[in-house]
């Protein structure tokens, strides 16, 4: 059997450090130096590890973004989370429409629904037949029978989900959609914003995707890593890092032994692409820098740069086998 890891190969310096007892009290210890406090939190949401970092003169501001960033992630997962059998998103699923569809559903349809158009639905958020397919099958330790991934495949089609204020449905019997492709990306803006709105100096967000803005607690400017696979170390620093980014990488979830599938989907196909093995993208949103780092997986350097270009990012590739 496969065990998938997890999606994203990002490490963020010292939003990765955030996730433990003894990296929360360094950056107490480094803002300390500086006259500043800092605040860290951790916890798990969306199937993986998330951190909180916030820095500041006052702690108020910041213990009121660590509560309000934790509330802004529970809201994400209660709308689109396919981890809880409650979320709206798991109730559209299972039902074929809802009404009076949770904003933050709306919100990420509506962006996913977009980014499939411009994509030519090389992103398309209703892939979600294929996943207990390919479930099933990496679960018996082979790849899905053509004849049900055509089935399967059948299934899949952005175009017919309709979205209004009041409803979302599906056209057909059998449809269903994920929205792992924006939702974490999604969460980072929220709590981004939410620290802002708070009057936070200084933050380092890690939903799984990662947002920052202003400086480390120490004073310096936050970097980022970026690993070829999970758990090794980066081979690439973004230093400065401001704005947000997030990676697609095949090799961080495989579905086969060779590697040749993994949880990436080319919606056309149900199959996996091979036309580059890494993607990151960094955005003025998660939301889009989310999106956008799949997209591009799926239709290679050329037309994925141009596609980042629409939406104002930009995209740091890689073609080797990982």
């Excluded at 199937?47 to 003169?57: E, K, N, Q, S």
């Excluded at 004073?219 to 070829?228: D, E, F, I, M, T």
């Amino acid at each position: 059997m496969i065990r998938p890891t997890r999606r994203k190969i990002l490490i963020g310096g010292f939003g990765a450090l955030a996730a433990t007892a003894a990296g929360g009290l360094a950056l107490r210890r480094l803002a300390g130096d500086r006259g500043v406090e800092a605040r860290t939190r951790a916890g798990v949401a969306f199937g993986t590890t998330v951190a909180l970092t916030f820095a500041g003169p006052e702690p108020e501001p910041l213990d009121a973004a660590v509560t309000a960033g934790f509330a802004a992630i529970r809201a994400c997962e209660a709308a689109a989370s396919l981890f809880r059998a409650d979320s709206a998103l798991s109730r559209l699923n299972r039902d074929g429409r809802l009404d009076r569809p949770d904003p933050h559903l709306l919100r990420l349809t509506r962006f996913a629904l977009d980014l499939a158009e411009a994509s030519d639905g090389a992103f398309d958020p209703t892939v979600q037949p294929l996943w207990p397919l390919w479930r099933q099958a990496v679960d018996e330790d082979r790849r899905p029978a053509p004849e049900d991934l055509r089935t399967a495949v059948a299934l899949v089609g952005w175009r017919d989900v309709d979205v209004s204020d009041d409803r979302i449905a599906f056209r057909r019997p059998g449809m269903a959609m994920t929205l792992n492709g924006v939702l974490q990306g999604y969460a980072a803006d929220l709590v981004v914003a939410e620290a802002r709105r708070l009057g936070v100096p200084d933050a380092f967000v890690d939903t799984g995707e990662f947002g920052a803005y202003g400086a480390s607690p120490g004073g310096a400017p936050w970097r980022l890593g970026l690993a070829r696979a999970a758990g090794a170390a980066p081979d690439r620093v973004l230093d400065p890092f401001t704005g947000f980014a997030s990676t697609s990488a095949g090799a961080g979830t495989p579905l086969s032994r060779d590697g040749q599938d993994h949880h990436i989907f080319d919606p056309r196909t149900g199959r996996s692409p091979h036309l580059v093995s890494e993607v990151t993208a960094l955005a003025p949103s998660g939301l889009i820098a989310d999106g956008l780092s799949t997209a591009a997986y799926v239709v290679g350097e050329t037309r994925g740069r141009a596609l980042a270009d629409r939406f104002g990012a930009s995209l740091i590739m890689r073609r080797d086998v990982v």
